[in-house]
């Protein structure tokens, strides 16, 4: 039976964030899965990365993240909660991402906790990146709200496309060597609904935590994001003409 690492990023656990992560959870053990937990905002997690996790780190040095994380990782000297964060991740099989969307990506502790768990030496190196990641057998899927409908979350939306928003943590992922499945989006989640309108959105999001379980049984058979193979691009980087575009931030030259 697979690992499952449930990572959840959001800070009250009566929110449907919460609620649905518990969800998540509960079918992935109701399948006998073995079930890892990271609560970032329960746990304390310092998303702040610096020179004060690394005692190794010369006061004289302007700090060089990249390098004290790969110094740290090859003397065991990581801060424990990241080395006990990133054995999570490779234990894991299937990590599952819950969090809202706040100012058009995801909450800072969220992208903190990549920055420091996600460290140079450990989960990733020089040759070890993209299709050689460490993470080559690993699948993560990104369960997100925003409080924008999902008209405004859309390519032409006023909110801006919620695939183009996910794309830099999605893209992060794929750095490391993940397979990351299609998101799963929940749209119009927010306190200001009233009378029917709130009752709609709790019928709605009922209806959301009831299927995660078969999200969870048909996870294996959920279509993966396409992303350019390595060889796709030349020897300076670029998308060669003749490969495929997957996203507009990785594109050809128009006209």
């Known amino acids: 039976m697979p690992t499952t690492l449930v990572v959840l990023a959001h800070p009250d656990r009566r929110s449907f964030n919460a609620a649905w992560a518990n969800a998540t959870a509960q079918a992935a053990e109701d399948a006998g899965h073995d079930l ?9 997690f310092d998303a702040v990365e610096g ?7 010369p006061d004289d040095t302007a700090f060089d993240p990249l390098k004290a994380q790969e110094n740290a ?26 969090f809202p969307i706040w100012w058009f990506s995801p909450p ?17 190196g020089v040759n070890a990146r993209f299709d050689a990641g460490l993470c080559a057998d690993k699948k993560a899927l ?6 924008a409908n999902e008209a405004e979350s859309g390519y032409n939306g006023k909110e801006g496309d919620i695939q183009m928003l996910l794309w830099p943590v999605t893209y992060t992922l794929r750095y490391l060597g993940f397979n990351v499945l299609q998101h799963e989006c929940v749209h119009g ?28 049984a048909q996870f294996d058979q959920h279509p993966c994001l396409p992303f350019n193979a390595d060889s796709d691009f030349d020897k300076d ?17 128009e006209g």
């Open 108 to 124: 800072a502790i969220l992208k903190g906790w990549f920055d420091r768990v996600f460290a140079h030496g450990a989960l990733h």
């Open 142 to 147: 990104f369960c997100v709200t925003t409080g």
């Open 73 to 98: 990782a090859t003397s065991g000297d990581l801060p424990p909660v990241v080395q006990a964060e990133i054995a999570k991740v490779q234990q894991a099989d299937r990590v599952i991402f819950h």
């Open 189 to 216: 989640v927010h306190g200001y609904h009233e009378g029917q309108a709130k009752i709609d959105l709790q019928r709605r999001l009922q209806a959301v935590l009831t299927r995660q379980s078969q999200v969870i």
């Open 36 to 44: 890892l937990w990271s609560d970032l905002y329960a746990m304390g």
């Open 51 to 57: 020179a004060h996790h690394y005692q190794e780190w």
């Open 237 to 253: 980087g670029r998308l060669r003409a003749d490969r495929p575009q997957h996203t507009a931030f990785i594109r050809h030259q």
